[in-house]
């Protein structure tokens, strides 16, 4: 059996015979009536997708994920659903595109909205299925109260609320214990103007620590992450880790300065394959390997512009912040010993959207029924079942509430949209081009003239798409917005 298990086996329990026909078709739930899996989704921010050695980077060492990847399968054609942090993440925790939960664009420490309590999001799923849950990161969701990792779900929370760049929202909740740095007062932190990339850290609701030193980051997100699977281990846990590295400013600690060759983002992507190190040790140590999903990802490309974090999507075209393959594709490996097929690649289309529907059914947590949830349950394709297609007929590439592109199958058409139009020059008419993924992963071919019936095809999806979700391209809101939060 050159895939592994198939999908029975796959959802079936370890060791035990999933006897009955009526077994194997409740699926996740014969699984859960056991023990439900643990899982850990590791989210990295701005990692390109060739900036893993299993992804093919000619420079950066990263022996951890690649033995990761050995043990289990890498998706090549896996996806998230935005081009920048907030609405990236808003997707992976509601299983829907942010501008349904209206959550589209990049929060700031002046913003006031956040994740609404009225979303479901994969922590709260998972918990009112009795797992432990930890937030161990950047959230990005809304930093003030009502929209804190543990008002969503996770019992405890450890991190930046939002990007490392960011600065401080002089109104937080301080905590009794709080460490100030560099010379630091409440009065100061109050009163004065903020430092430029002077970010607090949090525990629970509270700012422990501003403005944070950075360069620590990844070993306390690493020490936390160990503890939390430590104490769980005798119950279902779900830790989310989404580091705050390789977005800039890049940080690294001591330890990892100067040890890759790809300098400093490097440096920065050697140490988080060492905390995946830590972490799947830790896993394997306490005898929990064939009970652990593990999913590593990052929430969007290499910031090419601007900030040029070092980082490359290559072969795919751009980067961070556009809606080419660079921005949305990225380097994706899931591991679940016994369950996930070993050194195998899928290149079947997946998102980050699927996480939640998958994970429920694999939890035999309910997916909330009265409303929409745009993503699919992709098991068959985790366990290698023969013949696994992806369940997702099309998936949709915004920019902020702008739909800029379609992809089905193998094709994706960047649409038809007026571009530019600043005070220097008009807004000018771009045509659609049409390009077939599967023969040009770095969308340099327009085949759209040779194509129209593909460019027709993919046109009626957008447009159905819409009238779901809008596209402020087109001036349309779409009929199935949810609103996000407000504090
Ligand atoms: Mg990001």
Redesign the pocket.
């Known amino acids: 059996m050159e895939h592994g298990l198939n999908r029975r086996e796959f959802l079936g329990v370890a060791g035990a015979a999933v006897a009955t026909a009526s077994q194997a078709a409740r699926g996740g739930e014969a699984v859960a009536a056991q023990r439900p899996p643990n899982f850990i989704v590791i989210f990295t921010?701005?990692q390109g997708y060739q900036d893993l050695g299993c992804f093919g980077s000619p420079d950066i060492k990263t022996p951890c994920i690649d033995k990761m990847a050995a043990e289990g399968t890498r998706f090549t054609d896996f996806h998230v659903a935005a081009c920048?942090?907030t609405p990236?993440r808003a997707a992976l925790l509601t299983g829907c595109y942010p501008q349904r939960v209206s959550l589209p664009n990049v929060l700031f420490p002046g913003s006031k909205v956040g994740i609404s309590d009225k979303e479901t999001t994969l922590a709260e799923l998972l918990k009112a299925r009795g797992y432990a849950t930890t937030c161990i990161g950047k959230w990005h969701l809304g930093h003030l109260p009502p929209f804190l990792p543990t008002r969503h779900g996770f019992d405890s929370y450890l991190g930046i609320p939002y990007?490392n760049d960011m600065t401080v929202d002089p109104t937080m909740e301080v905590a009794d214990d709080v460490k100030w740095n560099g010379g630091m007062t409440l009065e100061k932190m109050r009163k004065d103007k903020p430092i430029r990339h002077g970010v607090p850290l949090f525990r629970g609701e509270k700012v422990v620590e501003y403005p944070v030193d950075q360069a620590t980051l990844v070993t306390r997100y690493t020490e936390e992450a160990v503890k939390f699977i430590t104490a769980s281990k005798d119950k279902p846990f779900f830790l989310y880790l989404p580091h705050n590295m390789p977005?800039v400013p890049l940080f690294v600690s001591e330890r990892f300065k100067g040890k890759s060759k790809r300098g400093l983002y490097g440096d920065v992507i050697e140490e988080i394959d060492w905390s995946t190190g830590q972490i799947l040790d830790t896993v394997r140590k306490l005898g929990l390997a064939e009970n652990t999903c593990v999913v590593y990802t990052?929430?969007?490309g290499p910031w090419l512009i601007m900030g040029r974090n070092g980082g490359s999507a290559l072969p795919l075209r751009d980067g961070?912040g556009t809606t080419w393959e660079g921005g949305m594709r990225e380097p994706c490996v899931m591991w679940w010993p016994g369950r996930i097929p070993a050194g195998k690649t899928c290149a079947e289309f997946a998102a980050t959207l699927d996480i939640l529907p998958t994970f429920a059914k694999l939890a035999g947590a309910e997916v909330p029924k009265d409303r929409i949830i745009d993503g699919k349950d992709i098991s068959p394709l985790m366990s290698g079942a023969e013949g696994a297609k992806s369940p997702t007929e099309a998936f949709f590439y915004y920019r902020g509430y702008g739909l800029e592109a379609v992809r089905s199958g193998k094709w994706k058409l960047h649409l038809a949209r007026k571009t530019g139009g600043g005070k220097a020059k008009a807004a000018q008419e771009r045509p659609a081009e049409l390009y077939d993924l599967e023969a040009d992963i770095s969308e340099k071919n327009n085949v759209a003239a040779a194509n129209p019936d593909v460019v027709k095809r993919l046109e009626e999806l957008a447009e159905r798409c819409r009238e779901d979700i809008g596209d402020a391209n087109r001036g349309t809101t779409g009929k199935n917005r949810r609103p996000c939060g407000t504090a």
């Open positions: 921010d701005d920048v942090c990236s990007s977005h990052s929430d969007n961070k």
